[in-house]
């Protein structure tokens, strides 16, 4: 079985449109309209819910009480036993070039207003501020960036929520190792990241005929923009060479390619009172798209400061943190079009503290998509994943909770205020 499912992870495909997020998230296009500052912003009405069954035959004296409650887990997503209609996103900012600066300034600023992780926490909701910078745009294809911005890492996480995202939900490994919370009190806690980080950002993008090859060098506060917590810097470097089919769609997020990327981040966390731990990201991609056909895959490792998981993994149970442990995940995603509707599947694994210790846990998720484009500024999004988890060195009531995982069931609606199409912004 579980050969099976590595197989179907280097045959099947996570969201799939790599471009040049790097110079897309602030820098505007060379088209004048579109480049003049100027409000914009989306919102998503989600419907979506875990089908699980209650977890019975717990054996352990901690956990016994808890036979007939359904398990909760550790996720950044839904954790609601039951099916919820919500207003995921709802997302409002301005863009463009600076007036009177000649192209040379842009700024990219949005706020969010949905109901979601970025916004909820245990002292209840507020808005989140996601983005807030200002680029200089030099010589050579080089920027400086300066500000609040998404921070160079997977494509997964680089992508547009809003008009690329094949995934209602994040992957399992984008969630475990990429997606942040406050770790000073020495557990996860707080709201999530959104893959944010305040800082300075030196990136440029240079073309060899159809070849581009982009970069970029980040050096930011820590990742977590929660107040105090927050220790050290970060050091991000990310690299992608890609290989274009069409020269005109340079600056098009559906832009036909073969690409390859890699990313490196260091720095450190607060985990407790006057402690400091390292944690340190390692990412690899690849992605082709060509007609009616995109595949997407990539590699993710990550040392330090790792969500272990809920104790207990029921409502009121909190969150943990390993500090040492390792883990890695493996995401791949295909997509075919045909007529006005896109069908795919996406397979995830993510194994936390891999090989022969009681704390290793593996998840695995299988995901079958559809979607429609019916206008340029709407977007349905429909999704069914399959998932599993097993803790083969673990205590038997671990796997028997895991046997619970259950199946998420999502739908999406994505409008886009009118401007950007829904599906050409990022």
Do not use: C
């Given at each position: 079985m579980k050969r099976l499912m590595f197989?179907?992870?280097?045959?099947?495909?996570?969201?799939?449109?790599?471009?040049?997020?790097?110079?897309?998230?602030g820098t505007e296009?060379?088209?004048?309209?579109?480049?003049?500052?100027?409000?914009?912003?989306?919102?998503?009405?989600?419907?979506?819910?875990?089908?699980?069954?209650?977890?019975?035959?717990?054996?352990?004296?901690?956990?016994a009480p808890y036979n007939g409650e359904k398990a909760t887990f550790n996720l950044v997503g839904p954790d609601s036993?039951?099916?919820?209609?919500?207003?995921?996103?709802?997302?409002?900012?301005?863009?463009?070039?600076?007036?009177?600066?000649?192209?040379?300034?842009?700024?990219?600023?949005?706020?969010?207003?949905?109901?979601?992780?970025?916004?909820?926490?245990?002292?209840?909701w507020r808005p989140a501020l996601m983005d807030a910078s200002f680029s200089v745009h030099g010589p050579k294809n080089i920027s400086l960036r300066v500000g609040r911005m998404k921070a160079p890492l997977a494509d997964e996480s680089l992508e547009s929520v809003q008009g690329t995202a094949d995934l209602i939900v994040f992957s399992q490994p984008v969630r475990a190792l990429l997606m942040e919370r406050n770790t000073a009190s020495g557990m996860p806690e707080g709201r999530v990241n959104g893959f944010r980080d305040d800082g300075a950002q030196l990136f440029g993008a240079h073309h060899f005929g159809m070849t581009e090859l982009s970069w970029a060098a980040f050096v930011g506060q820590g990742g977590t923009l929660q107040g105090p917590g927050d220790a050290g810097w970060d050091v991000i470097g990310r690299v992608q060479v890609a290989r274009l089919f069409d020269e005109s769609q340079v600056r098009n997020p559906l832009r036909e390619e073969v690409s390859l990327w890699a990313f490196g981040q260091t720095?450190?966390?607060?985990?407790?009172?006057?402690?400091?731990?390292?944690?340190?990201?390692?990412?690899?991609?690849?992605?082709?798209?060509?007609?009616?056909?995109?595949?997407?895959?990539?590699?993710l490792w990550g040392q330090g400061v790792l969500n272990s998981g809920q104790a207990p993994p029921f409502p009121g149970g909190s969150q943990t943190l390993d500090v040492d442990g390792t883990g890695w995940g493996?995401?791949?995603?295909?997509?075919?079009?045909?007529?006005?509707?896109?069908?795919?599947?996406a397979y995830a694994h993510y194994a936390r503290n891999p090989g022969d210790t009681a704390e290793y846990r593996s998840f695995d998720e299988l995901t079958g998509i559809v979607q429609w484009n019916p206008l340029p500024v709407l977007w349905l999004n429909g999704n069914v994943a399959w998932r599993q988890g097993n803790a083969p060195n673990g205590p038997a009531d671990a796997q028997t909770i895991l046997d619970t995982y259950g199946i998420y069931v999502g739908g999406q609606v994505t409008f886009v205020v009118p401007g950007p199409a829904a599906r050409k912004t990022d």
């Open positions: 197989l179907a992870a280097l045959l099947a495909a996570s969201p799939a449109f790599s471009a040049d997020w790097l110079a897309l998230q296009p060379d088209n004048p309209d579109k480049a003049k500052l100027r409000g914009w912003g989306f919102l998503q009405m989600t419907a979506d819910g875990i089908i699980a069954d209650p977890v019975e035959g717990l054996v352990s004296e901690g956990l036993r039951s099916a919820a209609v919500y207003l995921r996103r709802v997302r409002a900012g301005m863009r463009g070039e600076i007036p009177g600066t000649n192209g040379l300034l842009s700024t990219f600023a949005a706020v969010e207003l949905g109901f979601l992780p970025l916004t909820l926490a245990a002292d209840g720095g450190q966390r607060a985990v407790g009172e006057d402690d400091l731990a390292g944690r340190h990201r390692v990412g690899v991609g690849t992605q082709v798209r060509k007609g009616p056909i995109r595949f997407r895959s990539e590699f493996l995401n791949s995603l295909a997509m075919a079009t045909v007529g006005p509707v896109d069908f795919g599947a």
